[in-house]
């Protein structure tokens, strides 16, 4: 017996004939017809005394009627309930993310959570990936939004579409800003900052090529910020992805493609096998509605 069929029932038995009943409904009379025959077959008796201007309820059909009211009045009761009790999650949701186009993501995300559990605080820890996967081993951070390549045999992860692009970042004023794209070539015996993560600066040697040296790398740094400061200064160029530098004056700095173009896969991930807190839990799937993928 579905919940949908008592409150066809229900509405019959108010109005007192099919075609009033059916318009409530917002069904086809036939419809409406064939629901309630299934339903007297369902409970092996005759609900209704069908005149020839209007519908009556047998016996059997008015002790259905006072059950069926009791039904979805709990019914309705529980759902109230439900909802009230997603309205009283609250805690705090710590995100650890890089600077990263990806992080472009959350205040939608977090804008539509926060509609639905007005209780639910945040912290952004901002860290290179390999710094926030051992925060998230830790126990520490609860959701984190990395940068691949990385080790997240230990995570639960969706892969986003978004990619990373990675580019020069150079002065305004450098003769290199003149050109469109930035070749191995031509950054051959230039200083250059580049990431911490060791097996980022990997894969940017592999682009450098055979003329890269270990000696051109005059700093790392973990914040593409930071390095920023330091190309500023004319101190060399940094290779950085291309998310961290929306908000930078580019009378200060700029930055090129490189090529040939260097992408990136970013995932959100979170610690498998390990019990999340309501509000991250519904955090997760939040993240998993927004982006319409399946993870891990």
Same mark, same amino acid.
């Given at each position: 017996?579905?919940?949908?069929?008592?409150?066809?029932?229900?509405t019959v038995?108010r @109005?007192g004939g099919?075609?009033?009943?059916?318009?409530?409904?917002?069904?086809? +009379?036939?419809?409406?017809?064939? +629901?309630?025959?299934?339903?007297?077959?369902e409970v092996g008796?005759?609900l209704?005394?069908?005149?020839?201007?209007?519908?009556?309820?047998?016996n059997?059909?008015?002790?259905?009627?006072?059950?069926?009211?009791? *039904?979805?009045?709990?019914?309705?009761?529980? +759902?109230?309930?439900?909802?009230?009790?997603d309205?009283?999650?609250?805690?705090?949701?710590?995100?650890?993310?890089?600077?990263? #186009?990806?992080?472009?993501?959350?205040?939608?995300?977090?804008?539509?959570?926060?509609?639905?559990?007005?209780?639910?605080?945040?912290?952004?820890?901002?860290?290179? #990936?390999?710094?926030?996967k051992?925060q998230?081993?830790?126990g520490?951070?609860?959701?984190?939004?990395? $940068?691949?390549?990385?080790?997240?045999?230990?995570?639960d992860?969706l892969? $986003?579409?978004?990619?990373?692009?990675?580019v020069?970042?150079m002065r305004?004023?450098?003769?290199?800003?003149?050109? @469109?794209?930035i070749?191995?070539?031509?950054?051959?015996?230039?200083?250059? *900052?580049?990431?911490?993560?060791?097996?980022v600066?990997?894969e940017l040697?592999?682009?450098?090529? @055979?003329?890269?040296?270990?000696? +051109?790398? $005059?700093?790392?740094?973990?914040?593409?910020?930071?390095?920023?400061?330091?190309?500023?200064?004319? $101190?060399?160029?940094?290779l950085?992805?291309?998310g961290?530098?929306?908000?930078?004056?580019?009378?200060?700095i700029v930055s090129?493609p490189?090529?040939?173009?260097?992408?990136?896969?970013?995932?959100? #991930?979170w610690?498998?096998?390990?019990?999340?807190?309501?509000?991250v839990?519904?955090?997760?799937?939040?993240?998993?509605?927004?982006?319409? *993928?399946?993870g891990?």
């Amino acid at each position: 017996m579905e919940i949908r069929v008592l409150r066809y029932f229900l509405t019959v038995a108010r @109005e007192g004939g099919i075609n009033r009943a059916a318009e409530i409904l917002h069904i086809t +009379q036939p419809t409406l017809s064939r +629901q309630l025959a299934a339903l007297e077959d369902e409970v092996g008796v005759r609900l209704f005394e069908r005149g020839a201007r209007k519908i009556t309820l047998t016996n059997e059909g008015m002790l259905l009627r006072r059950r069926a009211e009791e *039904i979805l009045s709990l019914v309705d009761r529980t +759902q109230t309930e439900l909802l009230e009790q997603d309205q009283l999650v609250e805690g705090r949701v710590v995100i650890g993310c890089g600077e990263m #186009a990806a992080v472009g993501l959350l205040p939608e995300i977090v804008t539509s959570f926060h509609e639905k559990y007005p209780l639910v605080t945040y912290d952004i820890y901002t860290a290179n #990936a390999d710094v926030v996967k051992e925060q998230m081993e830790k126990g520490l951070v609860d959701i984190g939004i990395l $940068l691949e390549p990385i080790d997240i045999e230990k995570f639960d992860f969706l892969r $986003l579409k978004q990619k990373e692009r990675w580019v020069a970042l150079m002065r305004p004023d450098d003769p290199l800003a003149a050109r @469109e794209v930035i070749s191995p070539k031509d950054l051959k015996e230039k200083s250059l *900052i580049l990431p911490a993560r060791a097996n980022v600066r990997n894969e940017l040697s592999n682009w450098l090529g @055979e003329d890269f040296s270990e000696s +051109q790398v $005059l700093f790392t740094s973990n914040l593409a910020t930071n390095g920023a400061l330091m190309v500023q200064a004319g $101190l060399g160029y940094s290779l950085i992805i291309e998310g961290a530098i929306p908000f930078w004056d580019e009378r200060k700095i700029v930055s090129r493609p490189l090529s040939p173009e260097i992408v990136s896969d970013s995932v959100f #991930a979170w610690k498998r096998s390990q019990p999340l807190t309501p509000a991250v839990e519904k955090f997760v799937t939040e993240i998993r509605c927004f982006l319409g *993928i399946t993870g891990r």
